[in-house]
C-alpha cells in the first residue's frame, strides 16, 4: 500500500515521530540499555568479568535491566533467553526454534514496540583490528 503525499510527513518527520512518541521512546529505550551497561562497566560485577563466558554476562545484564528499568522510567519489559519459535498449524508442530538473548516489549506504544538485544563477546584482538578500520 502505498502512502499518500498527505501522510508522507506523518510518517518521516522527526518532529512528528517526537510528538506521537514512538521514535523517542526507541531512543530512551537504547539509550538507558548503552547506559546501564556503561555504569555497569565502571565496576562490574562478578558475572559480568571479562573472563566469565558470554552467556553468564549477558543474563546478568539482562536481569539488570530488567530490575532498573523502571528507575530509567522505562515502562516495558525485558526478558532474558526469551523462547520464540514458529508453530505449524497443519502439522501442529513447532518450527525454527530458537532463543534470543534480551527482547525488550513494550507495553504503552501502538503498534507495540518489540527489538532484540543479541549478545556477542569479541577476542580482544578482534577489538584492536575493529578500531583501526
Known sequence: MAV?????????DAKWQAALGRQSTVEKVLDFVVTHWARLQNN???DM?????EPKITKY???????FAKTYGITGIFIVEH???????VKQ???KRGRTDITYFSNGID???EFV???????????????RR
Open 44 to 46: 562490574p560485577p562478578e
Open 61 to 67: 545484564f539482562g536481569l539488570s535491566l530488567c530490575k
Open 83 to 89: 523462547n520464540v519459535a514458529d508453530i505449524d498449524e
Open 93 to 95: 508442530e513447532l518450527e
Open 117 to 131: 538485544l543479541e549478545c556477542k563477546k569479541l577476542k580482544p584482538s578482534s577489538l584492536g583490528k575493529a578500531s
Open 49 to 53: 568479568l571479562f573472563a566469565k563466558p
Open 4 to 12: 499518500r503525499p498527505r501522510h508522507h510527513s506523518l510518517l518521516t
Open 111 to 113: 503498534p507495540a514496540l
